[in-house]
């Protein structure tokens, strides 16, 4: 079935580090990948998405590139800061599957120290 | 816009007793999810509910009856609470024709937190 693994974590970075989350997918077919971010006692909300091979989402200083090659869409961000201490999930809508929901990765928390 | 609401925040409970958790959205979304989330096992699907009047089981639905009351509410029911349902249950909804291919994006709320002694 569709899967997606995510690196573990913890990670620690010291603010305006540079940072990559990776994030690899099994899946039939062509899907559309996400990133959701879960900041403390809060639910999850999207950070980005993209829906086709190569396409590029972005938001709030971070991006991912959809691979279709190495079935991969690892997060990047240039500089990251306190308030990106989050709990970040990788996620997947595999197309012509059906009625087949987001299947999401275990989540890396990301801890943010100035 | 409230978005999706969930109630309890917090709810403890005995082995053994029942309790259902409710959720409610107004973006007039299809879908609608319940998820529970517990340490180094991420998010996993408990029901979810393709359009008012469907649902169908997800990754691990036992223990737990769902009820899709009308387009806006989807409740979550444990009928005998056990320890192993401690954990922080997530409503979710999205808006997608009423199918789950293409560029979904799920809208989550706030989280329950349950405990079972």
């Known amino acids: 079935g569709d899967s997606v693994t995510q690196m573990e974590g913890p990670v620690t970075l010291s603010e305006e580090a540079f940072l990559t989350i990776n994030c690899t997918y099994t899946?039939?077919?062509?899907?559309?990948l996400f990133w959701y971010v879960q900041y403390p006692g809060e639910g999850l909300q999207l950070l980005l998405k993209?829906?086709?091979?190569?396409d590029k989402g972005s938001n709030k200083g971070f991006e991912a590139t959809y691979r279709k090659e190495t079935t991969s869409f690892h997060l990047e961000k240039g500089s990251v800061q306190v308030s990106d201490s989050a709990v970040y999930f990788c996620a997947l809508s595999a197309l012509n599957s059906g009625n087949t929901p987001l299947v999401f990765g275990k989540g890396t928390r990301l801890s943010v120290i100035a | 816009n409230a978005g999706v609401t969930q109630t309890p925040k917090f709810q403890v409970l005995k082995t053994g007793q029942s309790m259902t958790l409710q959720c409610a959205q107004d973006?007039?979304?299809?879908?609608m999810y319940w998820y529970r989330q517990d340490p180094g096992m991420g998010l996993r699907l408990i029901y979810y509910s393709a359009s008012e009047g469907t649902t169908d089981k997800g990754e691990v639905p036992n223990g737990y009856n769902v009820s899709r009351l009308n387009k806006r509410e989807f409740s979550l029911r444990l009928e005998s609470a056990a320890p192993s349902q401690t954990s922080v249950y997530f409503c979710?909804?999205?808006?997608?024709?009423?199918?789950?291919?293409?560029?979904?994006?799920?809208?989550f709320g706030a989280g329950s937190r349950l405990t079972v002694l």
């Open positions: 973006m007039n979304h299809n879908s």
């Open positions: 993209a829906t086709k091979a190569d």
């Open positions: 979710a909804s999205s808006w997608d024709g009423g199918q789950f291919r293409g560029a979904n994006v799920l809208t």
């Open positions: 899946a039939t077919g062509y899907p559309s």
